[in-house]
C-alpha cells in the first residue's frame, strides 16, 4: 500500500533527525574518568553476562535494537569526536554502513605499552570467548581518552593475530569524509579492562591466549625435545637496558647461575625481550618454569608460561613509597593467569630525592632508576624458590610431559 509505504518513510525520517550525536568524552566527568560509566560515552552504562567482562553490545536489548554510530577523527581532543545509537533502519542519512563485528575500545593510558595494551584488549578475548568464538571482529576502533589511534603495539598485534586468527585491522575512518558518520552492523565496546570479571573468568581468558600463541608459534607438546620432565627446571632471567636495568649485570647473572648450577637439572637463560621475536618471546615463556625481572612491560610474557609457573621481581629504590597501586600490576597479573608471584625485591639504595620526601615529584627521580642487587638476599630468595619448584615437580602425579598446547584453545 503506497499510503503505509509513506508514513512508514515518515517515521524513517523523523528517526533519522532524532539520533543526536554526543561526544565521546564527557568533560563533566573529567575529575573521575573511569569510575562507572566514565567520561567515554557516559550516557551509557555497562552490562556483564556470567561474570565476564563489562561492556556494550550493539545492537542488543539494552539499546533497544539501535546500532552504534561514530562521527569524527580527531587524534588530539576526544570531545570533538562522537557517538550516536540508531535504528538500523533509520541511519543518519551521510552515514556510511560497516558490516561485521566491530570492537570498539578505550584505554585511558596507551596501546603502545604491552602491558597497558594487553589490559585493554583483554576484555575483548574474553568476550569472544564466552560467545563461543563465534567470529572474529573484522575491525578495531581504538581511543585513548576519545582520541582515535592508528595502531598498537607489534607485540599486542601479533598477540591479537594469533587469539583472532587475523591480523588486527584498525580503522581510522579516513576514507570517511570528515564530516559524515559511521554505523556498525554489530559493534562491542570496553571501558574497564578486567574489571568486574570473575577469577575463574579471567584464567580462562589467559588460558585462551596461551594455548593461542602456542598454536600461532607452531609449538608442539615436546617443542624443546625434553618436555617438561621432573628433572628439568628452567629459569630465566628476563634482563632490560636503560630504566629499571641492574646496576651490575653480571653480577646479578654470577648469582642466579650459581644457585642454578647447584640444583641439578636447572638450566639457566638470559635473555632481552626486545632482542627477540614475538615467537622467540613465546617459545622462552612456554620453556620457563621461573621468570626473574625487574619490574616493567616485558614481565607481561609472563601468561605464557605454564600455569604454576614462577615469577620473581626487582624494583629501584622509591617504588614502594611513591609508586601507587600501579606497582602490583604484575603481581595482579600473576594471579589471574595462575602463576605464583614470588614476591619482590626493593632497592633501599640510590640517589636522595632533593624533593620534600613526601612529594610525588621525589617518583620522577626514581621512577626509571637502576636497580642494586643483595648477594645473600638474591642467593637465599633464588635457593628457596628453585627448592619449591623441584618439589612441586617431585610431587605432580601427572605424567611429566607438557600438555599439548593447542587442545586447549577450544572456546565452548
Not at 573529567?30 to 567515554?40: L, V
Not at 543518519?92 to 566491530?102: Q, S, V, Y
Not at 638474591?378 to 612441586?392: A, H, M, N
Request: proline letters at 5%.
Amino acid at each position: 500500500d503506497p499510503a503505509i509505504a509513506d508514513k512508514l518513510e515518515a517515521v524513517a525520517e523523523r528517526l533519522r533527525d532524532a539520533v543526536t550525536f554526543l561526544p565521546l568524552k564527557d568533560r563533566r566527568f573529567a575529575d573521575r574518568p573511569a569510575d562507572g560509566h566514565t567520561w567515554f560515552m557516559s550516557s551509557l552504562n555497562d552490562t556483564s553476562i556470567g561474570d565476564g567482562p563489562q561492556h556494550l553490545h550493539f545492537p542488543s536489548d539494552s539499546s533497544k535494537g539501535r546500532v552504534l554510530c561514530l562521527k569524527g577523527r580527531h587524534p588530539h581532543d576526544g570531545s570533538w569526536n562522537y557517538y550516536a545509537l540508531a535504528w538500523p533502519e533509520a541511519l543518519p542519512r551521510d552515514a556510511t554502513f560497516m558490516g561485521g563485528l566491530t570492537f570498539v575500545s578505550y584505554n585511558h593510558y596507551d596501546y603502545d605499552n604491552i602491558w597497558h595494551g594487553l589490559s585493554t584488549v583483554f576484555p575483548f578475548v574474553a568476550w569472544h570467548q564466552g560467545h563461543g568464538c563465534r567470529r572474529p571482529p573484522e575491525r578495531w576502533v581504538l581511543y585513548h581518552w576519545g582520541e582515535i589511534r592508528p595502531g598498537m603495539a607489534p607485540w599486542l598485534s601479533k598477540l591479537m593475530e594469533a587469539t583472532f586468527g587475523k591480523p588486527p585491522s584498525v580503522e581510522v575512518f579516513d576514507k570517511i569524509k570528515e564530516d559524515g558518520s559511521v554505523c556498525f552492523e554489530e559493534a562491542v565496546v570496553t571501558r574497564h579492562n578486567e574489571g568486574g570479571m570473575s577469577m575463574e573468568r579471567r584464567i580462562e581468558a589467559y588460558e585462551l591466549l596461551r594455548c593461542s600463541v602456542r598454536r600461532y608459534c607452531n609449538l608442539s607438546s615436546e617443542a624443546d625435545n625434553d618436555g617438561n620432565k621432573v628433572n628439568t627446571i628452567r629459569l630465566t632471567l628476563l634482563m632490560r637496558r636503560g630504566a629499571r636495568s641492574f646496576k651490575n649485570a653480571s653480577a646479578v647473572v654470577g648469582i642466579f647461575q650459581r644457585e642454578c648450577n647447584n640444583v641439578r637439572g636447572c638450566q639457566l637463560t638470559v635473555a632481552h625481550s626486545d632482542d627477540l621475536s614475538f615467537c622467540d618471546q613465546v617459545k622462552l615463556m612456554s620453556t620457563t618454569d621461573v621468570l626473574a625481572s625487574p619490574h616493567g612491560a616485558q614481565l607481561t610474557n609472563q601468561f605464557i608460561m605454564d600455569r604454576n609457573s614462577s615469577v620473581m621481581e626487582f624494583y629501584p629504590k622509591g617504588w614502594l613509597r611513591y609508586a601507587g597501586v600501579g606497582q602490583y600490576v604484575y603481581q595482579w597479573l600473576s594471579s589471574w593467569s595462575g602463576m605464583r608471584h614470588e614476591g619482590a625485591w626493593r632497592d633501599l639504595d640510590g640517589e636522595k630525592c632533593p624533593y620534600p620526601e613526601d612529594d610525588i615529584k621525589c617518583f620522577d627521580i626514581y621512577k626509571d632508576g637502576q636497580i642494586g642487587h643483595n648477594e645473600t638476599h638474591f642467593s637465599e630468595w633464588t635457593r628457596k624458590v628453585l627448592s619449591e619448584v623441584k618439589l612441586r615437580k617431585t610431587e605432580d602425579t601427572v605424567p611429566k610431559r607438557k600438555r599439548d598446547p593447542t587442545g586447549a584453545c577450544a572456546c565452548d
